[in-house]
């Protein structure tokens, strides 16, 4: 019985990893500094390709994310590290000449 939970797990392990992609194999446009200020507080994305990190300052409260950023193939989702985003909208460049992109209902700027 313990061999076959094992072997499920590895099974399940394999499955779940073999659903994204490096961001570099589906889309390049997310690698930068991308930036959220409001009157909420400050949300930074660092996308790069060795490591990126996800910062999120709102009053009294910090989280902060570093690990090798990940996309599904859909570009449904974005993994840094270990948290998930759900992308909303893909980057793109709106009417004022700055790209944008909307990660879990919250819209980003990019920054060169």
Same mark, same amino acid.
């Given at each position: 019985?313990?061999?076959?939970? @094992?072997?499920?797990?590895?099974?399940?392990?394999?499955?779940?990893?073999?659903?994204?992609? =490096?961001?570099?194999?589906?889309?390049? =446009?997310?690698?930068?500094?991308?930036?959220?200020? =409001?009157?909420?507080?400050?949300?930074?994305?660092?996308?790069?390709?060795?490591?990126?990190? @996800?910062?999120?300052?709102?009053?009294?409260?910090?989280i902060s994310?570093?690990?090798?950023?990940?996309?599904?193939?859909?570009?449904?989702?974005?993994?840094?590290?270990?948290?998930?985003?759900?992308? =909303?909208?893909?980057?793109?460049?709106?009417?004022?000449?700055?790209?944008?992109?909307?990660?879990d209902g919250?819209?980003?700027?990019? @920054?060169?």
């Amino acid at each position: 019985m313990r061999k076959f939970i @094992y072997l499920i797990s590895i099974i399940s392990l394999i499955f779940v990893t073999s659903c994204t992609k =490096d961001i570099e194999e589906v889309n390049p =446009d997310y690698f930068v500094y991308w930036e959220n200020i =409001d009157g909420s507080g400050i949300r930074q994305l660092n996308i790069n390709q060795v490591n990126s990190t @996800y910062f999120n300052l709102e009053g009294i409260k910090t989280i902060s994310v570093t690990g090798k950023a990940r996309v599904k193939k859909n570009e449904k989702k974005l993994r840094i590290g270990f948290k998930g985003f759900k992308i =909303d909208q893909k980057p793109y460049q709106s009417g004022n000449g700055f790209f944008t992109m909307v990660i879990d209902g919250v819209t980003y700027e990019r @920054y060169e």
